[in-house]
């Protein structure tokens, strides 16, 4: 079965220092990988897709198979950045199904 | 475009009632819509797949009669929750895919507090 696992619950960071939040999947099959993000009292929203290998607000990810990840990285970490982010899978032929993480708290201090 | 609303945001409700929670696409049309259950600090849990003019999809575990879904057009799914009791307590979220929108971009609802006392 399909699993998505995040490790951190809490991710506490420095403004300005370099961020990796990480995801590992469990999938037998060619997963697409996704991070959504929530930002305080408000809805979850795609972020990145793995496919488009876009950088959006300053963060990337990349596939790697081989480690079965989908770290989501930033350079340098802004106080907006500050938010719930979660790790999806959306499995081959499943509609757009996904399978969610259990969700990063990323903090980002002054 | 491609917000999703949810209605109502909060409610209480008495053991043993029912309560209807509404999702819709306000701007664009929704052939598939999802509904989540979120624990506290835990992820989000598929509880079904609903479909325009068919029968909802429900993952395993979930209980088709006790969570009651009805998607009857293409901008609006409906869950109700029966009989509810306290352990149905929890945030319910809606999703929807827009027709067009990239795969595996789904809009998300606000979500809905069930209180069940």
């Known amino acids: 079965a399909q699993r998505v696992t995040q490790p951190e619950k809490l991710l506490s960071v420095f403004k300005g220092a370099p961020v990796e939040l990480k995801c590992n999947y469990s999938?037998?099959?060619?997963?697409?990988l996704f991070w959504y993000v929530q930002y305080s009292r408000q809805r979850l929203q795609l972020l990145l897709r793995?496919?488009s290998r876009e950088s959006i607000k300053g963060f990337t990810a990349d596939l790697n198979k081989g480690e079965t990840s989908f770290h989501l990285k930033k350079p340098f970490a802004q106080e907006e950045d500050s938010a719930m982010y979660y790790c999806a899978l959306k499995l081959t032929g499943g509609g757009n199904k996904l399978t969610f993480g259990t969700g990063t708290q990323l903090k980002v201090e002054l | 475009g491609a917000v999703v609303s949810q209605h109502p945001s909060r409610v209480i409700c008495k053991s043993g009632t029912s309560v209807k929670i509404e999702c819709r696409s306000l701007?664009?049309?929704?052939?598939?819509m999802f509904w989540y259950r979120q624990f506290p600090k835990q992820s989000l849990m598929l509880m079904a797949t609903?479909?325009?003019?068919?029968?909802?999809?429900?993952e395993q575990g979930v209980e088709k009669d006790k969570f009651l879904i009805n998607h009857a057009s293409l901008t609006l799914s409906t869950l109700t929750v029966t009989s509810a009791h306290p352990e149905d307590s929890s945030f319910y979220i809606c999703?929807?895919?827009?027709?067009?929108?990239?795969?595996?971009?789904?809009?998300f609802g606000e979500g809905s507090r069930l209180t069940v006392l």
């Open positions: 701007d664009f049309q929704a052939t598939t």
């Open positions: 999938y037998s099959g060619s997963p697409e």
């Open positions: 609903s479909n325009e003019g068919s029968k909802a999809t429900y």
């Open positions: 793995h496919i």
């Open positions: 999703s929807a895919t827009r027709q067009g929108a990239g795969t595996g971009e789904l809009f």
